[in-house]
């Protein structure tokens, strides 16, 4: 089994910046590919960034891409979001994931408890 637990989540202004955490425990994290989702009130959940083990191929949601910035440090288990120019429609609780493939969705199997990111416009 494997526990993830993000951190970073705030309030903030629309067009600021704000990075997410997440620490990874557990089953050997570095094998796995690990991604970023996001779920706001009344919508379904969103796949918003992906990062391949080796940290060389990424995937970004239309919505985030130019914007948003996934990476990893398989060193130290962790997995980060860089948020920039945050829009109203950002908000959301952001949960990072793990799973087979950095890509498909559906292949994600894990789950942090997430954390809040608000944009106030």
């Known amino acids: 089994q494997v526990q993830l637990v993000e951190s970073g989540g705030g309030l903030v202004q629309a067009g600021a910046s704000l990075r997410l955490s997440c620490a990874a425990s557990?089953?050997?994290?570095?094998?796995?590919?690990m991604g970023w989702f996001r779920q706001a009130p009344g919508k379904e959940r969103e796949f918003v960034a992906g990062?391949?083990?080796?940290?060389?191929?990424?995937y970004y949601a239309d919505s985030v891409k130019g914007r948003f910035t996934i990476s990893r440090d398989n060193a130290k288990n962790m997995v980060y979001l860089q948020m920039s120019s945050l829009k109203a429609e950002d908000t959301a609780v952001y949960y990072c994931a793990t799973g087979g493939s950095y890509y498909r969705r559906e292949e994600y199997d894990s789950w942090g408890q997430g954390t809040q990111v608000t944009v106030s416009s």
């Open positions: 557990g089953r050997t994290s570095r094998y796995y590919a």
């Open positions: 990062v391949s083990w080796s940290g060389s191929s990424t």
